[in-house]
């Protein structure tokens, strides 16, 4: 599970298996007791929420709208 990065107490991450085929990019963010996965493209969006509250949800999507390009290399370099 390659870890893109971290911030506060969240974990960034996606699987080395992503599907057959393959999904399209996208983001899980985990901490304990909760976890969630954006899609980055064509907007920010997420896909399923287990445990965050609204206002970290919000929190998180901007994290990853920020750091989307970053993301989609790591992605892309993991997956090359």
Do not use: Q, T
Not at 10 to 36: K, L, M, T, Y
Not at 43 to 56: C, I, P, Q, S
């Amino acid at each position: 599970m390659p870890v893109v990065f971290r911030v506060d107490d969240c974990r960034f991450h996606f699987f080395a298996n992503e599907g057959d085929p393959r999904e399209p990019v996208h983001i899980h963010v985990a901490r304990s007791g909760a976890d969630a996965k954006f899609w980055l493209y064509p907007d920010v969006e997420l896909a399923y929420n287990r445990g965050f509250d609204a206002r970290r949800i919000k929190r998180l999507r901007d994290i990853v709208e920020a750091r989307r390009d970053e993301i989609e290399d790591a992605w892309n370099d993991f997956f090359a």
